[in-house]
T-cell receptor
Framework: DAGVIQSPRHEVTEMGQEVTLRCKPISGHDYLFWYRQTMMRGLELLIYFNNNVPIDDSGMPEDRFSAKMPNASFSTLKIQPSEPRDSAVYFC?????????????FGPGTRLTVL | AQRVTQPEKLLSVFKGAPVELKCNYSYSGSPELFWYVQYSRQRLQLLLRHISRESIKGFTADLNKGETSFHLKKPFAQEEDSAMYYCAPSEYGGASKIIFGSGTRLSIRP
């Protein structure tokens, strides 16, 4: 298994543009998490899904951010319109929901720069 | 509110010296606690979890419920231990929400 896959690895865009980040979790994992990492705020949980259903989106900063998980092998995080303060590294992680096995497996991240 | 605190942003020690990365948490109930590590140019990954009571790469972490602490320790630091370390409590049972601390960057000097 290649682990969690994220694309693109780097994204540079201009303010106001729509940005879509993609994630493929590890096959068989039923939890998927989206995080944002910045120097100022560290690693923040944005939203997580269980069996493709959003469970907690309290970390999504505002309505410009949206996330979907149309099936067990794919999720997107969309920012529309993007702003310079959205510049960060966005991580996706997946986990199996068996009790006591909370290990989250992280993707390599997408480094987003909004000019 | 649930909270985790890593008071040191940067910790620099000499090779061979003992290391202690501090973590304090404020949680209701009985959280499960983890340490995650991110080496340079690598993915964030699990280092150890308190429920396993294991030593990974020479690191151990003891849960002190009285002090609500979960400090990470290693008796003799090695250069390859240089990395970013995150303390992370989660609600017990299942792969539920984890709150990551702000992280401590450990730098091992030769």
């Amino acid at each position: 298994d290649a682990g969690v896959i994220q694309s693109p690895r780097h994204e540079v865009t201009e303010m106001g543009q729509e940005v879509t980040l993609r994630c493929k979790p590890i096959s068989g994992h039923d939890y998927l998490f989206w995080y944002r990492q910045t120097m100022m705020r560290g690693l923040e949980l944005l939203i997580y899904f269980n069996n493709n259903v959003p469970i907690d989106d309290s970390g999504m900063p505002e309505d410009r951010f949206s996330a979907k998980m149309p099936n067990a092998s794919f999720s997107t995080l969309k920012i529309q319109p993007s702003e310079p303060r959205d510049s960060a590294v966005y991580f996706c992680a997946s986990a199996a929901g068996r009790g006591g096995t909370d290990t989250q497996y992280f993707g390599p991240g997408t480094r987003l720069t909004v000019l | 509110a649930q909270r985790v605190t890593q008071p040191e942003k940067l910790l620099s020690v000499f090779k061979g010296a003992p290391v202690e990365l501090k973590c304090n948490y404020s949680y209701s109930g009985s959280p499960e606690l983890f340490w995650y590590v991110q080496y340079s140019r690598q993915r964030l990954q699990l280092l150890l979890r308190h429920i396993s009571r294991e030593s990974i790469k020479g690191f151990t972490a003891d849960l002190n419920k009285g002090e609500t602490s979960f400090h990470l320790k290693k008796p003799f630091a090695q250069e390859e231990d240089s990395a970013m370390y995150y303390c992370a409590p989660s609600e017990y049972g299942g792969a539920s929400k984890i709150i990551f601390g702000s992280g401590t960057r450990l730098s091992i000097r030769p």
